[in-house]
């Protein structure tokens, strides 16, 4: 064993990167858990045999079997934003529904890109705790603030009715959330480009009616 840039080493391998690594299977075998066995049915030792951790790598990473579902509740979210803010950027000035439409659709490719995530993020995790409700109501507010803002910049170019768009935006964010709980509901999943579509018909339409 040598001493490596973040700690010992071990088989070539330093300390950090193991626990990297350990962390990584974690997360990866509770989604997988987590979205067969079910959340409530998942006990912490089904998690770390199927990482390949032991109890005490688990509570090294994680305070609890909910801390380890908040991580994976909040990483989903975090994969759609990152897919979504360089769609909205690359547009630039383009139209207000052209960039409506392409935030929605990178969000729906986001989710859509594995089937656990709808299932975990809508189906596994809303209920667990308050902790995870809090959450999981922060990321809801923080779509239905995009949203919004993107229909009153439609409206603000003429392409859309001037009115108060923030009940829309929920009633949108809410749209999409339940059309994703059935997509991954259904065996085999219906085509995502189909999913896709029909939530970008759906947005337009509701922003467009008249006021």
Not at 36 to 57: F, M, P, Q
């Amino acid at each position: 064993m040598g001493q490596g840039p973040h700690g010992r080493m071990y088989r070539g391998v330093d300390t950090e990167q193991r626990r990297a690594e350990r962390r990584e299977r974690l997360l990866e075998a509770a989604l997988d858990e987590f979205t067969t066995r079910g959340y409530h049915k998942t006990k912490i030792a089904d998690l770390c045999a199927r990482a390949g951790v032991s109890t005490r790598n688990f509570y090294e990473k994680f305070a609890s079997k909910e801390a380890l579902l908040l991580e994976l509740h909040a990483h989903i979210n975090t994969i759609a934003v990152k897919r979504m803010l360089p769609a909205l950027e690359s547009l630039g000035d383009a139209d207000a529904l052209t960039r409506l439409t392409a935030m929605l659709d990178a969000f729906v490719a986001a989710v859509t890109s594995d089937p656990r995530y709808p299932r975990l993020n809508y189906v596994e995790a809303p209920g667990i705790s308050q902790a995870v409700e809090r959450q999981h109501r922060n990321w809801f507010n923080r779509y239905t603030e995009f949203i919004e803002a993107e229909c009153e910049r439609a409206a603000a170019a003429g392409l859309a009715p001037k009115r108060d768009y923030h009940l829309t935006a929920i009633a949108l964010v809410g749209a999409v959330t339940g059309i994703l709980r059935e997509w991954q509901a259904q065996d085999p999943p219906l085509p995502a480009t189909a999913v896709a579509n029909e939530i970008r018909q759906v947005s337009l339409a509701a922003i467009t009616r008249p006021a």
